[in-house]
């Protein structure tokens, strides 16, 4: 069964996954993320990006992958629209379609100040793959 589920932590807030594939495990819980920063928007992808990160384990990996996708909307309003990646243990290659928000347009619901190794958990689980990440907000 997939899930996506939103949890409340003091001046932070947290994301839970459920997925089949590591893949889908990383570029939902970047989807995620902008669900939370620029819900309820229309983006189109016209503009490519492609980002390698690497981490010491799953963890530092998905702290990599956030921060680094957070550090593009930050500097430059880049929201990511489609990603195709590849993931192993230590490092992720993600190719990235999106769109730069336009705040005239777009409504921005909260920023992201960065993205948390507090309860940080990225791990396989029988047959599907498990995340918990905290934001700091």
């Known amino acids: 069964m997939e899930t996506i589920e939103f949890f409340d932590h003091t001046a932070d807030i947290g994301i839970r996954l459920t ?3 590591p893949e889908e495990l990383f570029r939902d819980a970047a989807f995620a ?3 939370l920063i620029a819900p309820n928007n229309k983006f189109r992808p016209v503009i490519n ?3 390698t990160v690497q981490g010491v384990n799953l ?3 998905m702290v990599n992958w956030l921060s680094e996708i957070n550090f593009y909307f930050q500097v430059n309003g880049y929201v990511p629209v489609n990603i195709a990646l590849v993931v192993n243990s230590t490092c992720l290659t993600a190719k990235i379609q999106g769109d730069i928000i336009d705040r ?3 409504n921005v619901e909260i920023e992201i100040k960065a993205i948390t ?3 940080i958990d990225v791990r396989q689980a029988d047959d ?3 995340a918990q990440v905290v934001f700091d907000i």
Request: aromatic content about 20%.
């Open 117 to 119: 190794f507090h309860k």
């Open 128 to 130: 599907k793959w498990k």
């Open 59 to 61: 963890e530092e990996l």
């Open 49 to 51: 990006y492609t980002i």
């Open 33 to 35: 993320m902008f669900d």
């Open 104 to 106: 005239s347009v777009h």
């Open 19 to 21: 997925r089949p594939t």
